[in-house]
């Protein structure tokens, strides 16, 4: 038997505003991504940033329909908007926001697991780690360096 150790490492903010200026702008981003969001059934609105090399901005939000739950995820449309629009752009960031008129959301909403491991396999792909930045609609924000950090043990094409 051999024990492994690993670490997952995060930076957790108390506020938006310690973040840094483009870190706030994609936060920003996400939100006005959010407001795009079709949410009928759930209520919970998802808003994501994509922040590319060259300064580009994509957004995705979170899209429902009456044969829930085969909507999509905000940074599922974000990424994939990415993959066909931007094929060979390096991503350098996503912000990911989420709010709810049901509740105040008071914590940081992370990626769900099918899109931790979209996100990975372009990260993967690209070869370069790119952050990941997630909040609620009030509260602290989490940020990380790479989506490896959030998916440890991952899955990836070398298995197959």
């Known amino acids: 038997m051999k024990k492994i150790n690993f670490s ?23 939100n006005v991504a959010k407001n795009s ?11 994501a940033a994509i922040l590319l090399e060259d300064g580009t901005i994509v957004h995705g939000s979170n899209q429902e329909n009456a044969a829930y739950p085969s909507g999509m995820c905000a940074e599922r449309v974000a990424i994939w908007k ?12 996503i912000a990911i926001i989420a709010t709810s008129s ?17 996100l990975l396999e372009y990260e993967l792909n690209q070869k370069t780690p790119f952050e990941v930045l997630f909040m609620g609609e009030v509260g602290k924000i989490v940020k990380t360096t790479s989506l490896v950090s959030l998916l440890p043990f991952s899955f990836d094409s070398s298995y197959l």
């Open 8 to 30: 997952s490492q995060a930076i957790i903010y108390d506020d938006i505003s310690e973040l840094s200026i483009e870190d706030q702008n994609l936060m920003e981003e996400a």
């Open 82 to 93: 990415v993959g066909s629009e931007y094929p060979n752009a390096i991503i350098k960031k």
């Open 102 to 118: 049901l509740k105040t959301v008071d914590k940081p909403v992370g990626p769900c697991g099918a899109c931790r491991q979209t």
């Open 37 to 47: 969001s079709y949410a009928p059934y759930s209520k919970f609105n998802v808003g």
